[in-house]
């Protein structure tokens, strides 16, 4: 059964950073496309960041330059390091892997 499980969120003041974690289970992430997304309150549901099997990155414009995706294999965990955090990242950040998704892990970030 594959499960995902999102941690690290947090309040955290504008400019500050946090680093989210999502550890798979029942699927190996080296082998498999894994992406953030977040979900604002009152919005629609976004894409924020992707890794290929071969470990290309991609991002929303929103986020490039102050987000980074990564993938630790030995761990079978994804991580998202985000820096220079401003109020509009906040949200529901959940990770994905086709249809499967987890419960999310919610970002504040005070101005």
């Known amino acids: 059964q594959v499960q995902l499980v999102e941690s690290g969120g947090g309040l955290v003041q504008a400019g500050g950073s946090l680093r989210l974690s999502c550890a798979a289970s029942g699927i190996s992430v080296y082998r498999l496309g894994i992406d953030w997304y977040r979900q604002p309150p009152g919005k629609q549901r976004e894409n924020v960041a992707a890794?290929?099997?071969?470990?290309?990155?991609n991002y929303a414009d929103s986020v490039k330059g102050r987000f980074t995706i990564s993938r630790d294999n030995a761990k079978n965990t994804i991580y998202l390091q985000m820096n220079s955090l401003r109020p509009e990242d906040a949200a529901v950040y959940f990770c994905n892997h086709l249809v499967h998704w987890g419960k999310g892990t919610l970002v504040t970030v005070s101005s």
């Open positions: 890794i290929s099997p071969g470990g290309a990155t």
